[in-house]
C-alpha cells in the first residue's frame, strides 16, 4: 500500500465519533458492489475481491451490483470491459441493477466538485509534481513558481487532519491524512477525474451501504472519508479483503502470475477463492456453477476470512486457479 495505515486491536476513536456524527451511518439495506477498472482481463485477485464482495451481499440477504470504473482513458484497456463482464457472467455473478459505467457520469462529478469549490473546501492547484518533489509528492501548500495552463483541483486537508475507522476485516484503522497525504487531487491535470472523488459520489448516488473490496485500496478509504464528510454524505461500512501477492510480495495485478482466469473452467478459480477466504473445504462433487454458488451462499462464514492485509498465492497449495498450469 502507498500510504501507511495503522491498525489496532482496541475499539476505534471513530465508532465514538459515529455517535455524534450523522455522516457516519450507512444505509440501513445491505447493498454492496464490485467496481473493476478496464485495464486489462479479469484475474485472480480481482475474482477473489468480486467472489467475496458478493458472498458478503448474500450472506447480508443484499444487492450486489457491478459499476465499471473507466475514469482513467490512458491506462484503459478496449474490450477489457466486455471482457470481464463476460467472464463474471461465467462466474455466476451478476449485477443486480444495470452496468453503471463511471464515463458516463461526469456530470455528477462536476456537480460534487463545484460545490466543494464554492464552499473553498477545494481549490485550483498550479503545483507540479517536480514542485512537490522536496516533500516526498506531498502538497500541504501550493508552491508553484508558475501558473499551468492545466491545474490540478485538489481537497485542502487541514493541518493534523486523522481519520480512524472500524473496517468490518481488518478492524481499526487510522491515518494521519494530512501528514502522509495532504491535499489531495479530485480532477486530475489532465483533465482527468480522479478516482476518489468519483468513488464517492457513485457509491452515494448508487445507494452502496458496505464496500467490499481487496486490501490495496485500505489506505484510500480516509480519503475517501474526508470526502463524505465534505460533501455531507453518509459513510458506508468497509470491509478489505486480503490481497493476493505473487512470490515477490507484489499485488496480482503488476505481475506475471497475473494470468487472467479461465471463463471456460470457472469452478477451479471459484474453488480457489473459496479457500483464499479461508472458507471450509468442500465443492469437490460439484459440477456446476449454480449449485456451487448457491451451496456457497448457504454454507459462507465471514468471520473465516483471514484478518490480514495480504496473502501469498503460495497459500492456494497445487490448486490451479488460471489458463496457465
Known amino acids: 500500500m502507498g500510504r501507511s495505515v495503522k491498525f489496532k486491536s482496541a475499539q476505534s476513536c471513530a465508532q465514538a465519533a ?18 473493476p477498472s478496464p485495464t486489462g482481463p479479469l484475474h485472480f485477485g480481482s475474482l477473489l475481491a468480486a467472489f467475496g464482495s458478493w458472498l458478503m ?40 441493477a444495470a452496468i453503471v ?10 456537480a460534487a466538485l463545484d460545490r466543494l469549490l464554492d464552499s473553498g473546501q477545494a481549490f485550483v492547484c498550479h503545483c ?10 506531498v502538497h500541504r501548500a501550493c508552491v508553484a513558481t508558475q501558473a499551468r495552463p492545466d491545474p490540478a483541483i485538489r481537497l485542502r486537508v487541514a493541518p493534523g487532519t486523522v481519520v480512524a475507522f472500524e473496517d468490518g476485516l481488518q478492524g481499526t484503522v487510522r491515518q ?27 457509491d452515494h448516488a448508487q445507494g ?61 478459480a471459484l474453488r480457489a477463492a473459496w479457500a483464499m477466504l479461508g472458507q471450509a473445504p468442500m465443492f469437490d462433487d460439484i459440477a456446476s456453477v449454480p449449485i456451487l454458488l448457491e451451496t456457497a451462499r448457504l454454507t459462507f462464514d465471514p468471520s473465516r476470512i483471514p484478518r490480514v492485509p495480504a496473502l501469498p498465492l503460495a497459500a492456494l497449495h497445487n490448486t490451479h486457479v488460471t489458463n496457465a498450469d
Open 18 to 35: 459515529s455517535a455524534t456524527d450523522p455522516t457516519l451511518n450507512p444505509p440501513s439495506t445491505y447493498r454492496g458492489r464490485f467496481a
Open 176 to 202: 494521519d491524512v494530512a501528514a502522509e497525504v495532504g491535499d489531495f487531487v479530485l480532477r486530475r491535470a489532465d483533465g482527468f477525474w480522479a478516482y476518489q472523488l468519483a468513488v464517492v459520489v457513485d
Open 101 to 110: 459505467r463511471q464515463s458516463e457520469r461526469s456530470d455528477l462529478y462536476q
Open 128 to 137: 507540479s509534481r517536480s514542485d512537490l518533489a522536496d516533500d516526498g509528492g
Open 208 to 268: 452502496i451501504s458496505d464496500v467490499v473490496r481487496g486490501a490495496d485500496l485500505l489506505d484510500s478509504t480516509p480519503r475517501q472519508i474526508l470526502l463524505q464528510r465534505a460533501l455531507g454524505l453518509p459513510t458506508p461500512r468497509y470491509a478489505h479483503l486480503p490481497l493476493v501477492l505473487d512470490g515477490d510480495g507484489r499485488k496480482l495485478s503488476k505481475s506475471e502470475a497475473a494470468w487472467p482466469v479461465d471463463p471456460a473452467a470457472p469452478l477451479p
Open 57 to 96: 451481499a448474500r450472506h447480508a440477504g443484499g444487492e450486489w451490483w457491478v459499476r465499471i470504473e473507466d475514469i482513467d482513458p490512458p491506462r484503459e484497456v478496449a474490450g477489457a470491459a466486455a471482457s470481464q463482464l463476460d467472464t463474471l457472467a461465467a462466474f455466476g455473478l451478476q449485477s443486480d
